[in-house]
């Protein structure tokens, strides 16, 4: 079945830093990916997706590129922000359906 | 326009009680699907409706049931509530041909946090 394995966290980064979060997945078909961000006591918000072969999400300075070679879709920012601090999650859904599989989620803390 | 709108934010039980869960999508969003998310299996896909129907169903035991009504509003039911219910309950809406590509960009509410004494 359709899965998704992601960097396990949690990651602090000092403010300006660079961020990687790894994500690679496993599905049949050709999937659409996802990154989704949850701030504290919020539900999930989209950040960017992906739905072909080497497209390329990106939103706020975030950016992911689907490799359907290495079947990933990392997620990067050159210079991250206290204000980016929030649980990230890679995810993949299937042609028109609902049931999104995530992965565990990674926290990431940015320190001023 | 409004988002996804779950109610209860916060609702306390005790084991064995039931407990329903309502949650009001965007509108014009037809497709509402509900995720319980807990510290230990992170996020996990309940099932979904679409006009009114069940259209996909994850690996959960039947005290966890749902409905859909003509308006696209939607609830979920736990009974006989147990202690591993305890959990971020998160109703996420879409709308099928949103996109051209047939991937289904869900819309979250903020989640009903439920917790089982």
């Known amino acids: 079945g359709n899965s998704v394995t992601q960097m396990e966290g949690p990651v602090t980064l000092s403010e300006e830093a660079f961020l990687t979060i790894n994500c690679t997945y496993t599905?049949?078909?050709?999937?659409?990916l996802f990154w989704y961000v949850q701030y504290p006591g919020e539900g999930l918000q989209l950040l960017l997706k992906a739905t072909k072969a080497d497209d390329k999400g990106s939103n706020k300075g975030f950016e992911a590129t689907y490799r359907k070679e290495t079947t990933s879709f990392h997620l990067e920012k050159g210079s991250v922000q206290v204000s980016d601090s929030a649980v990230y999650f890679c995810?993949?859904?299937?042609?028109?359906?609902?049931?999104?599989?995530f992965g565990a989620g990674t926290r990431l803390t940015v320190k001023p | 326009k409004a988002g996804v709108t779950q109610t209860p934010r916060y609702l306390i039980k005790t084991r064995g009680q039931q407990v329903t869960l309502s949650c009001s999508p965007i509108s014009g969003h037809r497709s509402v699907s509900w995720y319980q998310q807990t510290p230990g299996q992170g996020l996990q896909f309940l099932f979904e409706?679409?006009?009114?129907?069940?259209?996909n169903k994850g690996n959960f035991p039947g005290r966890f049931s749902g409905r859909q009504f003509s308006n696209s509003r939607s609830e979920m039911n736990v009974s006989t509530l147990e202690l591993g219910d305890s959990a971020l309950y998160l109703c996420a809406s879409s709308s099928p041909g949103q996109s051209h590509s047939g991937a289904n960009v869900l819309t979250f509410g903020a989640g009903s946090r439920l917790t089982v004494l």
């Open positions: 599905a049949t078909g050709y999937p659409s």
């Open positions: 995810a993949l859904t299937s042609y028109n359906n609902n049931d999104m599989r």
């Open positions: 409706y679409f006009s009114e129907t069940q259209r």
